[in-house]
């Protein structure tokens, strides 16, 4: 069973601030089976980036996915308002489809 | 516009039962996969089953094996998660979410979700 580990638990910034968001797998995992969300509070999860690096429909440019192997990174320039949030890494290669715990984005 | 409407949450003892049901539309339904995700009060989410688009193959998280159903009605465009057993801890918001062509898929589109609480 592959375990996903997201640093950090919690980063603090400031609107405009660049965030750099890291998801690390127990075992490697395909690229093209890693999977980016953002759930903001009271909502439903959304989905980012599909495949690592791939944008979802909607997500804007300033986040942009990377990674392979085992360490995989979330980058967010220049936050807004809408950007805090929790974040979620997640493999989808091999069963069970694990999420990481997530890391959570707040207003400093 | 892709729509997921989960229903069928609510109170149950431990030891109880539940079925959840997911009704989409906006797709084509029989071509794609399935999945439910949950979330604990307060905590991350959790994956806990998927089912492919025919609904033939099916896979479960560990905690929930042994327990839990999933299924799909391609005629009804609606798929389920026939929970048995509940426990305390599966107490959570249930999500249920569209995947993509193959079983090996991530979640494109989710439901507002429903709650499910076990108690006594």
């Known amino acids: 069973e592959i375990v996903l580990t997201q640093s950090p638990g919690t980063l603090s910034l400031s609107p405009g601030e660049g965030a750099t968001l890291s998801c690390r797998a127990s075992?490697?995992?395909?690229?093209?089976?890693l999977a980016w969300y953002q759930q903001r509070p009271g909502q439903a999860p959304r989905l980012l980036f599909y495949?690592?690096?791939t944008r979802a429909t909607g997500t804007p440019v300033r986040f942009s996915g990377s990674g392979s192997g085992t360490d995989y990174t979330l980058t967010i320039n220049r936050l807004e308002p809408e950007d805090f949030a929790v974040y979620y890494c997640?493999?989808?290669?091999?069963?069970?489809?694990?999420f990481g715990q997530g890391t959570k984005v707040e207003i400093k | 516009e892709v729509q997921l409407v989960e229903s069928g949450g609510g109170l149950v003892q431990p030891g109880g039962s539940l079925r959840l049901s997911c009704a989409a539309s906006?797709?084509?339904?029989?071509?794609?996969?399935m999945i439910w995700v949950r979330q604990a009060p307060g905590k991350g989410l959790e994956w806990i089953s998927v089912?492919?688009?025919?609904?033939?193959?099916?896979y479960y998280a560990d905690s929930v094996k042994g327990r839990f159903t999933i299924s799909k009605d391609n005629s009804k465009n609606t798929v389920y998660l026939q929970m048995n057993s509940l426990r305390v801890e599966d107490t959570a918001v249930y999500y249920c979410?569209?995947?993509?062509?193959?079983?090996?898929?991530?979640?494109?589109?989710w439901g507002l979700g429903t709650l499910v609480t076990v108690s006594p």
């Open positions: 979410a569209k995947g993509g062509a193959i079983i090996r898929t991530f979640c494109d589109y």
């Open positions: 906006g797709f084509s339904f029989s071509d794609y996969a």
């Open positions: 089912i492919s688009g025919s609904g033939g193959t099916t």
């Open positions: 075992q490697k995992v395909s690229s093209i089976y």
């Open positions: 495949g690592a690096s």
């Open positions: 997640q493999q989808y290669g091999d069963s069970p489809w694990a």
